[in-house]
């Protein structure tokens, strides 16, 4: 059984940074699966935001890049995001997820369709 569970959202003011974090149980091959990030603001699409494919290679939304690490620990099976200079379309809740197939050169957008997701945390960035 497959569980994600993240941490770290917040409310901060503009220029502010968080970072977030999503632990992961059940699977017994973290350091080779792809995962990422999504958000959702109210009334929008999920967006990927960032995602690290089976080799690790990183990939960020052009909205991010610059500002967000996407970064993980396999002994510890969590997947981080670090987000500064935070903007107030940032704003929305925050999603991990991960999914088991192997993958190379992923893009943001694939994020949101990963196997598996976890609750979601909430940012909120203040003007």
């Known amino acids: 059984h497959v569980q994600l569970v993240e941490s770290g959202g917040g409310s901060v003011q503009a220029g502010g940074s968080l970072t977030l974090s999503c632990t992961v149980s059940?699977?017994?091959?973290?350091?080779?699966?792809?995962m990422g990030w999504f958000r959702q603001a109210a009334g929008k699409e999920r967006e990927g935001v960032a995602g690290?494919?089976?080799?690790?290679?990183?990939t960020y939304a052009d909205s991010v890049r610059g500002r967000f690490t996407i970064s993980k620990d396999n002994d510890k099976k969590t997947l981080y995001l670090q987000m500064n200079n935070l903007q107030p379309e940032d704003t929305g809740v925050y999603y991990c997820?991960?999914?088991?197939?192997?993958?190379?050169?992923?893009?943001?957008?694939?994020?949101?369709?990963?196997?598996?997701r976890g609750q979601g945390t909430q940012v909120t960035v203040s003007s």
């Open positions: 690290l494919d089976s080799d690790s290679s990183p």
């Open positions: 997820a991960i999914d088991g197939r192997y993958m190379k050169d992923i893009q943001p957008q694939d994020v949101p369709r990963f196997a598996y």
């Open positions: 059940g699977y017994t091959l973290f350091s080779t699966y792809c």
